[in-house]
């Protein structure tokens, strides 16, 4: 009983550590290493809930998915929009999913809108804007 309760809670940590890394690598200068951490990122916020671990981290990690959105080019905008739709969906209806989509609406319509940007990316930021606006948005309007 205990033995599996502490290999559960090793694992747990070392998903933690690794995903620590991943943000980490979401502020390297290679847009290779920035694509790959955003992957990562979108393959554990989509297989298992990480509130306890995000709500901690979500203004580093909304930090970093700016900068992705700001400088980033087509496939890294369109993971960073990926990332930023499944961090609202664990950080939920409350004041901080509400705070990560303020701060991030902006910048999410200005790609949208953006014609410049590739048709990838625009489509990902379109949908985080409309499914952080559904979970998040505390004005109606």
Same mark, same amino acid.
Request: hydrophobic fraction near 40%.
């Given at each position: ?12 940590? *070392? ?21 790959? !951490? ?5 393959? !554990?916020?989509?297989?298992?809930? &990480?509130?306890?671990?995000?709500? *901690? ?18 496939? *890294? ?5 990926? @990332?930023?739709? &499944? ?12 705070? @990560? ?15 410049? !940007? ?22 109606? *309007?």
């Amino acid at each position: 009983g205990s033995e599996a309760a502490g290999e559960q809670g090793q694992e747990e940590e *070392e998903a933690e550590d690794r995903l620590k890394e991943h943000m980490d690598h979401l502020l390297q200068k290679s847009a290779k290493t920035r694509q790959a !951490a955003l992957q990562s990122l979108r393959l !554990a916020l989509s297989s298992k809930t &990480l509130s306890e671990f995000l709500l *901690e981290r979500r203004l580093t990690l909304t930090d970093s998915l700016e900068k992705c959105l700001k400088k980033g080019k087509g496939e *890294e905008q369109a993971l960073a929009g990926t @990332v930023l739709t &499944l961090l609202c969906l664990q950080m939920g209806s409350g004041p901080e999913g509400e705070e @990560v989509f303020r701060s991030l609406k902006p910048l999410l319509v200005s790609v949208l809108t953006d014609g410049t !940007a590739s048709p990838a990316a625009r489509q990902s930021c379109a949908m985080a804007l409309g499914m952080c606006c559904y979970i998040a948005a505390a004005d109606f *309007e």
